[in-house]
């Protein structure tokens, strides 16, 4: 039962009309994330990456990594 339902799926996705459908998934989703609140933190980030060439993400790992070693040699 199980390889078949594997071979239904490699079927699926293998055929045409399943790259368009996941096209147009993959727009809507990206769509339906943008609210104001990813805007704002978007803008903030590339903000942040102009005046440091570090973005957000980059500074809160960091930080973890820095405040890891500290508690390390402890």
Same mark, same amino acid.
């Given at each position: ?21 996941a ?6 989703? +990206? ?6 609140? /990813?805007?704002?933190? $978007? ?12 973005? +957000?993400k ?5 930080? /973890?990594?820095?405040? $890891? ?5 402890k």
């Open positions: 039962m199980m390889k078949k339902i594997f071979l239904l799926c490699a079927i699926l996705i293998t055929c045409s009309s399943c790259s368009e459908f096209l147009l998934m993959s727009g809507a989703s +990206i769509a339906g994330t943008q609210n104001a609140y /990813v805007k704002a933190y $978007n803008g903030v980030d590339m903000l942040t990456i102009m005046q440091t060439e570090k973005g +957000i980059r500074h809160i790992y960091d930080k /973890v990594r820095e405040n $890891n070693k500290t508690k390390s040699t």
